[in-house]
């Protein structure tokens, strides 16, 4: 049951992430990743991790692809339009082969292996809100600011490069 | 009810992280000075950001032999290491602040934003700082995050230009799938070892029951996703347009700034978990195993040979360096082959030779730049004569940069031959040898340009005058590139203490 559910929300997952990169309309691509998010999340319930499965439905599936759409909206939906330009043929096996390379390496190893080789058993209380709370603002509390440096520096890039619009050489 | 159990680390720890906080309360101080002066007086974020600058540098130069301390929860570690590499960014974003200061690409008249760059840049050193000091992946992952970020809005600064717009969004691109590949390695690390931390992975590994082929996908994978932050081939797609496109002073910082960090990083993670040390029985094996040193000793081939090719032919002069950037890469990668200590204490040293000659390369440029508004090899025709000073600078750097005697490139070129002769890999270095007489080529067309080549008749022969706080950058620079080609012996000492105090620390 276990082994089902993985691959189902695996296949989901990259379902979600193809559809989303080779949509031509954004909103429709948002949808999708939503998509993506969720299957994410069932892949986290799947690995002893609920609370995280959770937060990333509530969080990522549900504000923040709330504020993505706002903003797709904001900017009039861009629909790419023009020519469709495929990629040529011959480079598909360029971008094809390495991860199905990796992909096939490391799934025969595993099933011939099992998969003890890649993993370790879990600690006890894995994963519980109260081992995350623990962790987050108790050991890890210096990443966790770090975190915040980094959305802080991308918000104000976000700004310096976007913010009101002068003479922009393409327009 | 249970209740939390939550150890908050010590803060008496951030006693021996003073310059990084020292650089993040700088970077929030500027920012708040911009926004009081709503831009206009650009001069108040940069004076804050020189002052939060020099402060650091100065604790970072007291805190210069720390003994080895594992700080703020176990996620960083001060050390020599970090100690040499703090300093050498602070170093590094000391000069591109004052720098920018002086180049027309930032401070022009029509430029915005002026303020923030200072700020960016000041976080930028620290986020650099902590990449040099992780212990922990997470640490590592978020460092290397938080540098790409910066650079991100950094190569886009000019956000009217479209080179620069091209090459914000390329290196977006590129970083966001190195990323993804390198989390997949670390991944597959942490599943197969349970740790976050260095050593427990380490110990982890030579615990045994580890899969040799797991462990060779992980590392190629987390080396792929590092050398997209080294721009070593064939991760360096992004480099050539990114330093073209960005503004010349943000070029300077990424091609020596986020590679030495990169450098950092990967001679701590991989030396950590993978290098024969004190507990040596397991690990020499597994290097074997994963056959490390060849793995590494192809792609420093490739990556100097691929770099020094391509150089040639470029006619534009901030194209060139980028290419040549890739190819120092190459050498410095000799040093990594065997991951023994000799290698990495020439690696540390031709950093900071490297960060000398290249910093000084491009500071060139942007102060050509700000005249003739172009970077292409004609318009350097005469400048030998227009600017003879910074001319003459500028053939200091590139001979340097080429590994003539006389200067710092060669003393550091000669230990990195060391390195690999030492274990018997002569097929390395006699191709970084050919390599190093290619390069010659390369850069002295720039020098011919500047002193030999005949200017076209009516061409424009009235003398620059450079700002005089470009003079003295320069010198800076110069100096030392020559100087530290004569009297090594300090700067060397210092490397490998830096080194020893990592290997013996664990």
């Known amino acids: 049951m276990e082994t089902f559910l993985f691959w189902f929300c695996g296949a989901a997952m990259v379902l979600g992430g193809l559809m989303t990169v080779v949509q031509r309309s954004a909103v429709v691509s948002a949808v999708w990743l939503i998509f993506a998010f969720v299957a994410a999340a069932g892949i986290f319930a799947l690995l002893h991790a609920p609370f995280v499965a959770i937060l990333q439905v509530l969080v990522y599936a549900g504000a923040i692809m709330v504020l993505f ?103 | 009810m249970e209740l939390l159990n939550i150890n908050i680390p010590d803060w008496a720890d951030l006693a021996w992280w003073l310059p990084e906080a020292i650089l993040c309360g700088t970077f929030l101080v500027a920012l708040l000075a911009d926004l009081v002066v709503r831009g206009r007086r650009p001069w108040l974020p940069f004076a804050v950001s020189v002052a939060g600058l020099v402060t650091a540098g100065a ?68 986020a650099m700082c902590v990449m040099a000091e992780a212990k922990d992946l997470l640490m590592l992952y978020l460092s290397m995050e938080a540098v790409g970020i910066v650079s991100y809005v950094m190569a886009g600064y000019m956000r009217t230009s479209l080179r620069s717009t091209e090459a914000s969004l390329k290196y977006v691109i590129f970083g966001a799938v ?11 690390l942490y599943g197969m070892t349970g740790s976050m931390q260095f050593d427990g992975i380490r110990a982890g590994l030579m615990g045994g029951q580890v899969d040799d082929f797991g462990l060779l996908v992980a590392v190629i994978l987390v080396i792929a996703g590092m050398s997209y932050k080294i721009a070593a081939v064939p991760f360096h797609y992004w480099a050539p347009d990114v330093y073209e496109g960005a503004p010349t002073p943000v070029s300077a910082l990424f091609s020596v700034g986020p590679k030495a960090a990169g450098f950092a990083l990967m001679i701590r993670f991989f030396y950590t978990t993978l290098a024969a040390g004190p507990d040596a029985a397991g690990s020499a094996g597994l290097v074997q195993q994963i056959n490390w040193p060849l793995l590494i000793a192809v792609m420093s081939a490739v990556t100097m040979t691929y770099g020094n090719l391509v150089a040639l032919r470029q006619l534009n002069v901030k194209r060139m360096l980028a290419y040549s950037s890739i190819a120092h890469v190459g050498y410095l990668l000799m040093g990594f082959v065997l991951l023994t200590e000799t290698g990495l204490q020439a690696i540390l040293f031709y950093l900071l030779v490297y960060a000398l000659m290249n910093l000084g390369a491009f500071l ?45 490139g060669f003393v550091g070129k000669w230990y990195l031959f060391i390195a690999v002769m030492d274990k018997q890999w002569f097929w390395l270095a006699i191709i970084a040898a050919l390599n190093s007489v290619v390069s010659l080529y390369y850069y002295f067309r720039v020098v011919k340009a500047m002193f030999l080549t005949r200017p076209a008749e009516g061409a424009n022969l009235s003398p620059l005058k450079l700002h005089w706080l470009q003079y003295v950058l320069l010198a800076v620079l110069a100096i030392p590139t020559l100087g530290l080609g004569l009297f090594f012996g300090q700067f060397t000492g210092l490397a490998d203490r830096a080194i020893l105090m990592m290997t013996t620390g664990f």
Do not use: C
Request: glycine share 8%; aromatic share 10%.
């Open chain 2, 364 to 408: 060139f440029v942007v102060a050509i730049n700000n005249h003739l508004r172009s970077e292409h090899l004609d318009d350097y025709v005469g400048l030998g004569f227009r600017a003879p000073w910074a001319g003459v600078m500028m053939v200091v750097f590139l001979a340097s940069l080429t590994g003539v005697p006389p200067f710092a």
């Open chain 2, 59 to 126: 604790y970072a130069v007291a805190a210069l032999d720390p003994g080895t301390r594992t700080i703020l929860g176990d996620l960083v570690v001060v050390d020599g290491l970090a100690a040499y590499f703090r300093l050498l960014f602070i170093f590094v974003g000391l000069v591109t602040v004052l720098f920018a200061w002086t180049a027309e690409e930032i401070m022009g008249r029509t430029r915005e934003n002026k303020g923030e760059f200072f700020a960016l840049t000041v976080l930028m050193t620290a």
């Open chain 1, 69 to 171: 759409l706002f903003v797709i909206m904001m900017l009039q939906g861009p629909v790419l339009e023009g020519e469709r330009r495929r990629m040529k043929p011959a480079l598909w096996p360029a971008v094809a082969i390495p991860p199905l390379a990796v992909l096939v390496l490391v799934g025969t190893r595993i099933a011939d292996h099992g998969t003890a080789a890649f993993t370790t058993p879990l600690p006890a209380g894995f994963g519980s809100p109260t081992h995350v709370a623990e962790l987050l603002l108790g050991r890890y509390l210096l990443a966790f600011e770090l975190i915040s440096i980094a959305l802080l520096v991308a918000i104000i890039g976000a700004l310096a490069i976007g913010k009101e619009e002068r003479k922009l050489p393409w327009k």
């Open chain 2, 178 to 188: 190195s990323s993804a590949i390198m989390l997949y390695g670390l991944s597959l």
